[in-house]
């Protein structure tokens, strides 16, 4: 490898850790005149913004994350390809950006988990098979409300997938790092999931609450929670 790819490859880790930085979740609840770090868990990630904005930001929270990745992740992989190295970039900076979105400069190093920028970097690496994987969880999301087991669904197959493809060693190596990664970033979610005290999504409620008029009763119910979930 050459000084120039070398320069390149760095330049590529630095960059995806950067935009990893850019948080859409808390960036989309500003737009409410909110701050998503303050309610329901804390998390500014997509289970969050459902939970406390509806399913319309919560998808786009979730699409803008992957994207951040995804962006990183196709440059390294077509620029790097000719030179025998294309999937260990795409990893390299799918990881930077994981990183970047979990440990942010910015924030102090708090942010969020990391799950959708995981489904940007899988969706580069084999679109095909994250559909899936993603349509598998989106279904036992809508009926078991378990926003951490959805994830752990599409993150588990794909790493699995992934790795049984034998690109190379040191591929197999940076998968198992996001795995890991990620896993360790829903620690906490496995702990309540263990006592039973993880917190549902309620997507099908989400879900019917598109385009449906509500009534003043309802909007000042509505209100009530979300300041209960703002005080605690």
């Not at 070398?6 to 005149?33: D, E, H, M, P, Q």
């Not at 868990?41 to 997509?46: A, F, K, L, Q, W």
């Not at 289970?47 to 992957?66: P, Q, S, V």
């Amino acid at each position: 490898m050459n000084i120039y790819l070398i320069i390149g490859f760095v330049a590529l880790i630095i960059v995806s850790y950067l935009i990893g930085n850019i948080n859409f979740a808390i960036l989309l609840s500003r737009t409410k005149k909110k701050d998503i770090t303050t309610m329901g868990s804390g998390n500014p990630g997509t289970m969050n913004m459902i939970r406390n904005f509806g399913f319309k930001l919560g998808a786009l929270t979730l699409l803008l994350d992957a994207l951040k990745s995804a962006i990183p992740c196709l440059v390294g992989l077509l620029v790097f390809s000719p030179y025998g190295f294309g999937y260990e970039a795409l990893y390299s900076a799918g990881i930077a950006c994981v990183l970047g979105h979990s440990f942010p400069v910015f924030r102090k190093f708090k942010g969020g988990k990391g799950m959708a920028s995981a489904v940007g970097i899988f969706m580069v690496a084999d679109p095909i098979f994250t559909i899936i994987c993603f349509v598998v969880a989106f279904i036992y999301l809508y009926f078991f409300d378990y926003g951490a087991v959805a994830s752990f669904i599409v993150l588990t197959a794909m790493a699995v997938i992934e790795g049984m493809k034998n690109i190379s060693l040191t591929v197999n190596i940076f998968i198992f790092v996001l795995f890991a990664l990620v896993f360790f970033l829903h620690r906490s979610n496995i702990s309540r999931l263990l006592i039973g005290k993880e917190g549902k999504i309620h997507l099908q409620r989400a879900l019917k609450k598109i385009g449906a008029k509500k009534t003043v009763k309802e909007r000042y119910k509505d209100n009530k929670e979300e300041k209960k979930r703002d005080i605690g």
